[in-house]
């Protein structure tokens, strides 16, 4: 197996086609692509890709030898940045809307350890950045623990109580804190369950324990929808209490006295991986001053 390898079959994975690939990628004839794909395939002794009429899709098995070529291609070109005295380059994801909270601080830790570094960063809901860090697309992510990803190192930097935010005119804008009884019986506007799964996990849960479940009237894509809603309804929305920052001026947040659980931020990465990348990343997370 050699390393041309391998760069072919990342190349074919991104495009979802070999003709693809051979004609705007790799500049090659796809006939002399298509063979060195199946010496690899017979080299592994497995098939990484479903050959269709219309391009090729991976296999289970390719899916996961993909992740780890990502992570061996990294660190090769990572190699190659640090021989060639190139800024490091690091790729962090953050949940939408902390992009100010932690940014700059990251940014000022790396560079007083590393020197000049190069970061680049994607927003995203917290499952879709652990999934992007665990396929070797990220190198650290500013995400909400999962207990299920023993693979990955949750370093907590923070915690982010959920809060009420409705208009200033509502009628329980007038109360300084409110409860979960305070807000039965008026318009809701959740988050949708797929964007925040562990804000409406621990909303649900909340209910459940009050014995009384906390039903959406409406449903909004990311934080922007859900402020739209609660002006367009007059209705109030549950989420993290740093989204203050982002709320329009006709909005207020109250906090509430008997909420859920506080969200815990953490630093997530990957320890088994060895890179200078890692290694600074680590470093980083260590250093982090906690809330």
Known sequence: ME????????????????SAAARTRLHTAQPSLSRQLKDLERELGVELFDRRVRGVVLTRPGKLFLGHVRQVLKQLDDAVSIVRDAPM??????????????????????????????????????????QDLK?????????????????????????????????????????????FSDLVGHTYVSVNRRVAPFLRGGIDAWGQQRGLALSPTHVAADIASAFSLVMATDGFSLMPDYAERLMPATLTMRPLVDGPAPLMLAIAYRPLVSSPVQSLVSTVASSWQRA
């Open 3 to 18: 390393l041309r390898h391998l760069r072919y079959f990342v190349a074919v994975a991104d495009e979802g086609s070999v």
């Open 89 to 130: 380059m690091v790729r962090v994801g953050i949940i939408p809307g902390l992009e100010t909270f932690v940014l700059p601080e990251f940014q000022r830790l790396a560079r007083d350890i590393a020197g000049q570094v190069d970061i680049e960063v994607t927003s995203a809901p917290s499952t879709a950045l652990i």
């Open 135 to 179: 396929d070797g697309n990220l190198d650290l992510a500013f995400a909400r623990p999962s207990e299920a990803d023993l693979d990955l190192h949750f370093e907590p930097i923070d915690y982010h109580r959920i809060s009420v935010f409705l208009q200033a005119s509502h009628p329980l804008a007038q109360r300084s804190t409110l409860t």
